[in-house]
């Protein structure tokens, strides 16, 4: 029996395929689950449809990340952190903060995972933070940790509190 695929079956076949199957396997397995249809001039046009139009959501998307990744290119994203001894930070700054603060500061919702750090951020400074987008769409930001001012502020507030 000749089916086209509609949907990617592990060792079998992937979506848009046409392949000889077993007649039981087709008939029992394959079509009552939508996996396939029998290979007939009207499945064979659904699946070429359905090609095209995945090939052209897939430009749209590439073009929306181009655009995106011109827009990251060069930008510099600034984290305030608390500081200890010698500048280390109490925590480390991660991939999620940074795609946060993008979100926050640009409004850019870039995922976590997309941000590549080879290990989280443990000290104050500027560091070059790659962005992969896509396979080839890769964009450069730079991010800044600053020491965070909320412990003198803290100590102000309670000493006018509190009147001694």
Do not use: W
């Not at 087709?26 to 249809?37: D, E, S, T, V």
């Not at 280390?88 to 995922?111: F, P, Q, R, W």
């Amino acid at each position: 029996m000749k089916v086209v695929f509609l949907e990617d079956v592990p060792q079998v076949a992937r979506a848009g395929e046409i392949k000889e199957v077993a007649s039981g396997y087709g008939r029992n397995y394959l079509i009552p689950r939508k996996l396939a249809l029998p290979a007939d001039a009207q499945a064979i046009s659904q699946v070429e449809a359905r090609r095209r139009l995945k090939a052209r959501q897939q430009a749209e998307s590439e073009s929306e990340l181009q655009e995106l990744a011109r827009e990251l290119d060069g930008r510099e994203v600034t984290l305030k952190a608390r500081v200890g001894a010698k500048d280390h930070l109490y925590g480390s700054i991660t991939n999620a903060d940074i795609a946060d603060e993008l979100k926050n500061s640009a409004g850019m919702v870039v995922d976590k995972r997309k941000i590549e750090l080879a290990e989280p951020i443990r000290q104050l400074g500027s560091y070059e933070v790659s962005v992969k987008l896509a396979k080839d769409i890769v964009s450069q930001i730079r991010v800044t940790v600053v020491e965070e001012a909320e412990k003198e502020e803290k100590k102000e507030e309670k000493e006018e509190k509190e009147p001694s």
